[in-house]
């Protein structure tokens, strides 16, 4: 009982995105250029939300600016 818990609950978690990557494409851009492009994204975002003391509020924040930097540069989520 508690492995079909474990498993239907992961699936979900899965199907959800959680604890996920988001990754960004471009088509004119290449792979380096979006892995550069993401790291920029991530420090300003990691910059931005130093004074967050919650964690998770922090990583929210972060996803949130990293998001809208790459969609900014050109990026499309995948």
Do not use: W
């Not at 492009?37 to 924040?61: G, L």
């Not at 949130?64 to 050109?74: E, F, I, Q």
């Amino acid at each position: 009982m508690n492995k079909l818990l474990f498993a239907a609950l992961l699936a979900v978690c899965v199907a959800s995105g959680c604890g996920g990557k988001m990754y960004y494409e471009s088509a004119d851009k290449s792979k380096n250029e979006t892995e550069r492009d993401h790291m920029e994204c991530e420090y300003e975002a990691e910059k931005a939300t130093a004074s967050v003391v919650d964690s998770s509020e922090r990583r929210e924040r972060i996803d949130s600016l990293v998001d809208k930097c790459m969609k900014l540069k050109g990026y499309q989520p995948q």
